[in-house]
């Protein structure tokens, strides 16, 4: 028997506030981030994945008094990204309450932070944001800028330089329900050997099954918690019963 595969909700944060958009952009507010963890705290989901989609843009670090209080909300295991810029900033999070610590535009910038952070703490507890538009550019800055390398260069250096884990988003999908980018799914998983999680587009439970099949070991979703009746629970009963194994909640 395989691991079990995870499915994630995923919260974008701006400010106190729980926002939602589409392909990084039309940000609006749908509610209060604390409010959204206790409640997926309370169905018992396999974990948070909670991202600060300001921090970069307005130059600043981590919220570590949010990821604190965000963390006092149950025992759910906690991804947090945005803003980390140095190792201080994931042992600072990491204190606060984060399982898990999500680099992304920082890890670009200084290549051997992923490395330094995963001889620090762990690979264990790094995760690289691999942001995808076009299918086969990488983005930083959320969104904003190019990287020069293609989603398969950069997953096979993160799995080299020490991350334990990828958070792969497809730009063009997020926020739209049509489903993941599942040619980018396979490519990024079929290039390396740690889990990957498929991010940006999931509106069904058959589209977080047909990303499993793809390649990916969790499947992470917005939107689609968000603005239709389908739950984490329901996610994990319906993979299950199509033959996934996953981890249905007591």
Known sequence: MGLAKRVIPTLLVRGQ????GIRF???RVVGHPMQAARIHAARCVD???ILDISATPE???PDFAMVEKLSECGFTPLTVGGGVRSIEDVRRLLRAGADKVAIGTAAYAVPDLVFDCAEYFGNQCIVLAIDVMGGNTVMTHCGKHGYNHSP????EWAAKHGAGEILLTSIDREGTLQGYDLELIRCVTQAVDIPVIAHGGAGTY???RQAIEAGADAVAAGAMFQFTDQTPRGAVEYLA???VETRIPA
Request: charged fraction near 20%; avoid cysteine.
């Open 206 to 208: 058959e589209h977080m």
């Open 25 to 27: 952009d039309s940000w």
């Open 47 to 49: 974990e948070l994945i």
């Open 241 to 243: 019963a199509h033959g």
């Open 17 to 20: 506030n729980l926002v939602k």
């Open 152 to 155: 398969i260069y950069t997953a």
């Open 59 to 61: 130059g600043r670090g």
